[in-house]
């Protein structure tokens, strides 16, 4: 009887171990989901000889979810500080601290050189944002922009 | 001394005698700028065709500061940026180890540096050692000196954003790379008259930091001065540094001084205080009459120092 046991039990880890598992899905929301489908996109066109060059582009992936990306082109200046990502309406940098800068909105700042993500937060409208502008907040000047078209 | 003998009457030597070892208190304007962040371009040194005689020493501690919003980019574009302030204490020292060979050190003590939107971060500067060698000391004092600048500032010090805690900026206060300056410098003095000048040329070799290499530059300057009522000495001066190898289009690294230029000229004076302490006070700016302005900050630099000489 226990022969059986040990038998009915090895053959029940037999089957279990062959199963075939499908690898998890990891979903990261940084990053779009599938094919990113750019709608506007422009050439950063270099300021303050920061060394700024490659493409912004503004789309939306396989879910709907909205990105900003840079090409595996892009680079900048990042060994001097921080630079911040900008949408804005026009090429000119306009904070206006005192009305919420409506001509801004902010995305984030840019660590590395290469390709880049950078998730719109859902309910925003980037109708209106005709550029992207990286800036060095510190210094206040711009390193770039790139016209969205 | 032996070329004021040789050369001016017997009634001048007093005059002329402290007229020459005092000249030295005019090269020190430039020697303070000597250790300040790469974001101010200022890395000339002191430059004379004198050198001090056997065990004379001359030491001051000094303080600067500026202000600025006035940026001036690799291809000479004025910027204005949010307002840029930099603070300095440094220590200046010349000893005569031989009446030809006398050894200049020069180390900011602390740098302070900060933008208005920025915290105020400080450190140590590099330390500049400078060995000048009298070739000539009669008729045309001439004399050549080796100095390395050893990298022992805070090649990376952040300042934190007060307005964006994920925002900082690098402002080091030392530039992180080995380099050697190799200067030429000649000077004369009137026979009669407690006036001087001097002349220099001078080649910054730069090595490089965190794999960049760094390019050499090359600086020019003159200087005059004159002694008041045997109490007053003041002096004004013109300087230009250069890159080496015509206009870089990127910068490497702009915070380390990469591609910088500038014409400056400045005004000193100086007043004996108590003994042989001294108190001096030097005004600099910059303009662009010989090089253009690149890659810098330009304001009127304020400094003021006290300084010790022993004969």
Redesign the interface.
């Known amino acids: 009887m226990k022969k059986v046991f040990i038998l009915f039990y090895v053959a029940f880890l037999g089957l279990v171990s062959c199963t075939d598992d499908p690898d998890p899905v990891i979903i990261d929301p940084t990053k779009p989901t599938g094919v990113l489908n750019v709608m506007r996109s422009g050439s950063f066109v270099d300021q303050s000889n920061s060394g700024s060059v490659g493409t912004a582009g503004i789309g939306t992936d396989t879910k709907g979810k909205e990105f900003l990306t840079f090409n595996q082109a892009f680079n900048t200046k990042f060994s001097t500080g921080t630079v911040t990502v900008f949408l804005s309406t026009s090429a000119t940098f306009m904070a206006s601290p005192s009305t919420g800068s409506p001509n801004l909105f902010p995305i984030g700042p840019v660590r590395a050189a290469g390709e880049n993500f950078f998730a719109i937060p859902e309910g925003t409208s980037t109708a209106k944002y005709t550029h992207v502008i990286l800036w060095c907040g510190a210094v206040g000047i711009p390193f770039g922009n790139a016209r969205l078209q | 001394m032996e070329f004021l003998s040789e050369t001016h009457d017997y009634n001048n030597m007093p005059l002329l005698k402290k007229f020459i070892t005092s000249c030295c208190f005019t090269t020190l304007p430039l020697a303070f700028c000597l250790g300040l962040s790469a974001l101010f371009p200022s890395r000339l040194a002191a430059q004379s065709g004198w050198t001090k005689g056997k065990k004379e020493g001359f030491y001051q501690l000094s303080f600067q500061s500026m202000t600025s919003n006035d ?1 001036y ?3 000479g ?1 004025l ?1 204005e ?2 307002q ?1 302030v930099q603070q300095s204490f440094v220590f200046y020292g010349e000893y005569g180890v031989t009446d030809r060979f006398t050894i200049i050190a020069n180390l900011p003590l602390q740098t302070w540096n900060g ?1 208005e ?2 915290e105020s971060v400080s450190g140590l500067g590099d330390l500049r050692l400078e060995f000048k060698h009298a070739i000539l000391k009669k008729y045309l004092p001439l004399t050549i000196s080796v100095a390395p600048e050893l990298p022992i500032g805070t090649a990376n010090n ?2 934190k ?1 007060t ?2 805690d ?5 402002l080091p206060s030392g530039d992180g790379e080995f380099n050697v300056w190799s200067t030429l410098a000649s000077s004369f003095s009137l026979p009669n008259a407690p006036f001087y000048g001097t002349i220099f040329a001078a080649y910054n070799m730069r090595t490089g930091y ?1 794999g960049i290499q760094f390019s050499d530059q090359y600086a020019l300057g003159a200087e005059i001065g004159y002694h008041i009522a045997k109490k007053f000495w003041v002096n004004a001066r013109l300087n230009a540094l250069a890159t080496v190898g015509g206009d870089l ?3 490497t ?3 380390r001084g990469d591609g910088t230029e500038f014409t400056s000229y400045s005004f000193g004076a100086s007043v004996p205080v108590y003994k042989q302490f001294n108190l001096s006070l030097n005004y600099r700016n910059f303009n662009d009459l010989i090089f253009e302005r690149k ?1 810098m900050y330009s304001s009127g630099v304020v400094s003021i120092g006290v300084y010790y000489e022993r004969k």
Do not use: K, P, R
């Open positions: 940026y980019t690799l291809g574009e910027l940026t949010n840029f933008f939107n920025t952040f300042a954003s307005i964006n994920f925002e900082q900026i690098n965190d289009l990127i910068a690294d702009f915070v890659n």
